[in-house]
T-cell receptor, first 115, second 112 residues
């Protein structure tokens, strides 16, 4: 089954403790992206990657890192989490953001709480 | 960069009536406008999209219209059903850009 898989689904952590949220897609998609969803603010892009070894900042990149060493994986890293990073995170992928009939596929989300 | 405004933030309609959600965008170079539906506790899923070379697109009970001159696009749902209750997000992507800019969402409530 074609899908975007995020892990974990739920995570509670403390301020300053490094964490990684994994994202993997099995559709051979070139484009991958991370969003955070907060009440009243919609979906805001954190980082994106057009292809392997190519990553760029989105609208809210502060406090986050990403890597794209393999085409299928795009982990989100919080080196020193803070309470304002408590949010619902979505990974998404697309064959290509510039091609017709290439919609964005979302993972099931990771709900992160930083205390 | 692109800025997308979405209205209303909450919309309540009677089952069987129509619902309309409107979005405006700022960058005239934007050329791709998808709509996503997010049910409670689930991921956003694409329901319909339109590119700037057409003015309207339909898929059964849902349709999207685009007015490039005014820089706004709308989602129309006819004969609403309880399963249409969800949060709907519009988005826009400017030509040459590398990602979607989303509106803040509309919570659609279908009253029985």
């Amino acid at each position: 089954e074609a899908q975007v898989t995020q892990n974990p689904r739920y995570l509670i952590t403390v301020t300053g403790k490094k964490l990684t949220v994994t994202c993997s897609q099995n559709m051979n998609h070139e484009y991958m992206s991370w969003y955070r969803q907060d009440p009243g603010l919609g979906l805001r892009q954190i980082y994106y990657s057009m292809n392997v070894e190519v990553t760029d900042k989105g609208d809210v990149p502060e406090g986050y890192k990403v890597s794209r060493k393999e085409k299928r994986n795009f982990p989100l890293i919080l080196e020193s989490p803070s309470p304002n990073q408590t949010s619902l995170y979505f990974c998404a992928s697309s064959l290509s953001m510039r091609a017709d009939n290439s919609p964005l596929h979302f993972g099931n989300g990771t709900r992160l709480t930083v205390t | 960069g692109e800025n997308v405004e979405q209205h209303p933030s909450t919309l309540s309609v009677q089952e069987g009536d129509s619902a309309v959600i409107k979005c405006t965008y700022s960058d005239s170079a934007s050329n791709y406008f998808p709509w996503y539906k997010q049910e409670l506790g689930k991921r956003p899923q694409l329901i319909i999209d339109i590119r700037s070379n057409v003015g309207e697109k339909k898929d059964q009970r849902i349709a999207v219209t685009l007015n490039k001159t005014a820089k706004h696009f709308s989602l129309h749902i006819t004969e609403t059903q309880p399963e249409d209750s969800a949060v709907y997000f519009c988005a826009a992507m400017e030509g040459g850009a590398d990602g979607l800019t989303f509106g803040k969402g509309t919570h659609l409530i279908i009253q029985p």
